[in-house]
């Protein structure tokens, strides 16, 4: 297994120069940094440190969270209540391994039930989530490391009375699973006072590191995803990363490299254009585990998600001539799942269409990503190419621990903590002070402050 090919990287550092330039070089000058940052990654994990628990995910045992996934599988839908690092994992996984279109298939084609995510709180979409189950076979598994975050405690308390109205407490309760914290925030005291049932969410893993816990394999596993394979494809990724010391040999090293060197050239924006539908929510996991890791301090680089080829009709304008402030990822997946050939039309009219005839769909997706990355290097623009063989659970299971590994990593060159989001935790404040919640008037009156100066003119047509 871990013999296979987990994904190639390529880098040409001809393209950018000048000042701007980054090189090869460049990056073997980080060795030592890198040595370093990966130690550190290393002991804080193995000293079980607030924050560092995920790059121990892959090996810890999930013999509770398969037989939980298992009375989820009979339920006919799962809607699942949590927001950031409870959401997003989650919609990532099911969009890259699941047949599009999930909840339209029917259940023969399915054979697992259907899945919504309530995050946002808005009260159309949790209605209509609503109205699309039926509450005697549903289950509700709700998500929250810190167990307080107003979004879900707000989308949960809607959930929880429908639940209880319609069917009772004693059904209601069975239908729910809560995955919060040991101890911290409300949720545990609601699973102590009603009997539900639930998953420990581990101390030392923070919410954008924590799809390959509890809260991303629960209803991943319910749904027929390989959680066991998404594992092991993890765990391959770390020790392919451990073996490897020297710089260029080391796709996780020169991407993080890359990264860092980048955004001290002033390019603060960093593109990921995966060329499948199937990772465009990968591209917004990435976007939250970058952004809210790395944006402290005053540094950091904007996580940008876009996707090809349909961004190609949208955004290449802008990313080849416009300024040269970005650094780009295009991601590829080698073979597709189900190809398609293209089929020789009869008609005249498309004469001019035959050098399509024949050809497969993968391969012109695959030859629109190398447009695109010649395009880009053609403009001088920093452009990196990072493929997998193919997107299966394995595969999947090492992008993330790589990403996440890559982002720690950079968090460590950059010297912030990656592991904190101070940000984040200053508007829970704001909203808790804004709703009235005691404790927190202090924060309250500081928001009222600075709306006055927000909006200290307001012009209206
Ligand atoms: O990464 C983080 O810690 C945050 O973005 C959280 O995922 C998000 O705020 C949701 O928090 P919680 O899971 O505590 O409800």
New binding site residues.
């Given amino acids: 297994m871990n013999e296979k090919l987990l994904m190639s990287l390529a880098y040409g550092s001809a393209v950018t120069t000048g000042e701007r330039a980054v090189t090869f070089s460049d990056l073997t000058g980080l060795e030592d940094s890198f040595k370093e940052a990966d130690a550190w990654l290393r002991q804080g994990a193995s000293e079980g440190k607030d924050g560092f628990g995920w790059m121990n995910l892959p090996k810890r045992n999930v013999d509770d969270i398969q037989a939980l996934s298992r009375w989820l599988a009979t339920r006919e839908s799962i809607v699942q209540i ?5 959401a997003l994992g989650n919609l990532m996984l099911h969009g890259a391994l699941l047949p599009p279109y999930w909840n339209e298939l029917p259940k023969a084609k399915r054979g697992s039930p259907r899945f919504f995510m309530s995050d946002n709180v808005d009260p159309t979409d949790n209605r209509a989530i609503w109205e699309l189950i039926d509450p005697e076979s549903t289950a509700i598994i709700v ?7 107003a979004e ?1 405690a707000s989308n949960f308390l809607f959930f929880w009375e429908k639940l209880r109205d319609t069917l009772g407490e004693a059904k209601a309760r069975e239908r729910v699973v809560v995955v919060t914290d040991k101890e911290k925030g409300i949720l545990r005291p609601f699973v102590n006072e009603t009997g539900c049932k639930s998953l420990i969410l581990p101390a030392d893993v ?3 590191y924590s799809v390959l816990s509890c809260v991303g394999l629960l209803s991943a596993w319910a749904l027929g995803i390989d959680c066991k394979t998404l594992l092991s494809g993890a765990s391959a990724v770390d020790e392919a990363i451990s073996k490897t010391s020297s710089v260029l040999d080391n796709p996780a090293w020169i991407l993080s490299g890359l990264s860092y060197l980048h955004m001290k050239k002033n390019r603060n924006l960093n593109i990921i254009m995966p060329y499948a539908d199937s990772l465009d929510r990968f591209g917004e996991w990435f976007a ?1 585990l970058w952004g ?1 890791s790395l944006g402290k301090d005053g540094q950091g680089s904007t996580p940008v998600r876009a996707l090809g080829a349909i961004d190609q009709h949208s955004q290449i304008q802008l990313y080849t001539s416009g300024p040269d402030d970005k650094l780009f990822t295009i991601m590829t997946v080698e073979q597709g799942q189900k190809d398609i050939v293209l089929p020789a039309a009869q008609e005249k009219a498309f004469e001019k269409l035959s050098y399509l005839y024949g050809k497969s769909m993968d391969a012109l997706r695959n030859f629109e990503a190398g447009a695109t990355s010649a395009a880009l290097a053609k403009s001088g623009k920093p452009v990196i190419s990072l493929s997998i063989p193919v997107l299966d659970a394995y595969h999947l299971g090492a992008m993330i621990q790589f990403y996440e590994y890559v982002t720690g990593l950079t968090g460590r060159l950059m010297q912030v903590n990656p592991f904190d ?1 101070p940000g ?1 935790e200053q508007g ?1 404040d704001y909203t808790y002070g804004l709703m009235g919640r005691s404790g927190f008037d202090a924060q309250a009156a500081e928001v009222r402050a600075l709306s006055a100066k927000i909006n200290e003119r307001i012009v209206s047509l």
């Fill in positions: 949590g927001i950031g690092g409870s998500v929250s490391k810190s167990g307080s975050t879900t923070g919410g954008r939250q809210e989001q984040v829970k």
